[in-house]
């Protein structure tokens, strides 16, 4: 079972050196709940210019309380899972009710969007409290120190492994604990590739290590099978602007805006003859694109149909490409089917003549 001695090791392993990141520049809660918010399932290097424009224009939990909704949703482009910007709002306007940031475990846990791990992390980081922040990075070290062959990803298990780090969190280092665990599994006990067991402060400890199982751990419970959905999306053009509509306010993406799309794969004719039926009075269709986009739990094969129009019609909003920019949040999706989507490594096309 990890020691008190391995804490003492970890945490002068992180006061030695760490990366150095916008976030750890202090620790206000608002900035750390933010950032802790943004790096769920996104890379670090991905939320470094995000975290920063987003503290730029809305500096306080006050100030993003009272942003209109689409600002948010600009800010967020790009980074995908929509739902925690929309939840992020709900808690500001929440906190800000109440008057004061939430301080305990429980108190942040009630937040909307909040999970054990964001209540972990912001409570240890920000107030000092014994209450670990355990996500994969933090699972993938337990795993191997511990030789635990139970799987990682398993709720009931990562409970369980954060009842076991919490006597280890000791008054005062409680924030540099979190930091320094999940400091550790992102650097060193690595979750691609070989772990760099030389520079691990736990190395003499890691009963991964001395058995030569480093590879074998974490054990994973196998994931579902993403469900694939094909569509066909338009790129309706009127003079200098394109079609625009809002998705619905549940659901996958709900209230982004998006290009207009139907569900299957259809011909050139079928898709004419859809841009006809919303009287659009088309042009023969003038580009195909193929393309697929993964998201957590769905795949979508998307066949995007450029047409030019004559008619701009009420069921869109016809927007330019400088409005696009300034003011609609059209996520990556359908961006980059404009050629201006931001680069996904979870995505892939080819251009159709």
């Known amino acids: 079972m990890m020691k008190q001695s391995d804490i003492d090791r970890l945490l002068d392993w992180y006061a030695a050196g760490h990366r150095d990141l916008p976030w750890r520049k202090d620790r206000e809660p608002y900035h750390v709940w933010i950032s802790e918010i943004m790096l769920q ?3 670090v290097e991905a939320v470094r210019g995000y975290y920063t424009r987003f503290l730029d224009a809305l500096p306080r939990v006050e100030d993003l309380a009272s942003a209109p909704e689409e600002l948010c949703r600009k800010l967020w482009e790009g980074l995908g899972y929509y739902s925690r910007i929309r939840n992020a709002q709900r808690a500001a306007r929440q906190i800000v009710q109440t008057g004061h940031f939430p301080e305990t475990f429980e108190e942040l846990r009630a937040l909307p969007g909040v999970g054990d791990y964001t209540a972990g992390a912001i409570a240890s980081i920000c ?3 014994p209450t670990p922040a355990v996500d994969g990075n933090v699972l993938r070290v337990w795993a191997r120190v511990e030789a635990d062959e139970r799987p990682m990803n398993d709720a009931k298990v990562k409970k369980e492994v954060a009842r076991a780090l919490q006597p280890l969190y000791r008054p005062g280092r ?3 604990t979190t930091q320094a665990l999940m400091e550790l599994g992102a650097t060193v006990c690595v979750p691609s590739g070989a772990p760099r067991c030389e520079s691990c402060p736990l190395r003499g400890s890691c009963r991964a290590l001395q058995d030569g199982r480093t590879a074998e ?3 994973k419970q196998e994931k579902k099978t993403r469900r694939v959905e094909e569509m066909t999306v338009f790129l309706l053009r009127c003079g200098d602007r394109i079609a625009l509509r809002k998705r619905p306010e549940t659901g996958l993406l709900a209230e982004l805006w998006e290009l207009p799309n139907v569900p299957g794969r259809l011909s050139l004719d079928e898709a004419l003859r ?3 039926a919303w009287e659009l009075h088309p042009d023969a269709p003038e580009r ?3 393309e697929k986009h993964i998201f957590t739990h769905v795949e979508w094969k998307m066949r995007a149909v450029s047409i030019a129009c004559k008619s701009a019609a009420d069921a869109f909003v016809w927007v330019t490409a400088k409005e696009l920019e300034q ?3 059209l996520p990556t999706a359908f961006r980059k089917l404009l050629g201006q989507g931001k680069t996904s490594s979870e995505s892939a096309g080819r251009s159709l003549s």
């Open 327 to 329: 003011g609609f949040a």
């Open 174 to 176: 409680c924030g540099d």
């Open 127 to 129: 107030f000092e409290q």
């Open 41 to 43: 399932q996104t890379r």
């Open 288 to 290: 195909i694109v193929e």
């Open 274 to 276: 859809r841009a006809e």
């Open 217 to 219: 751990l974490p054990v």
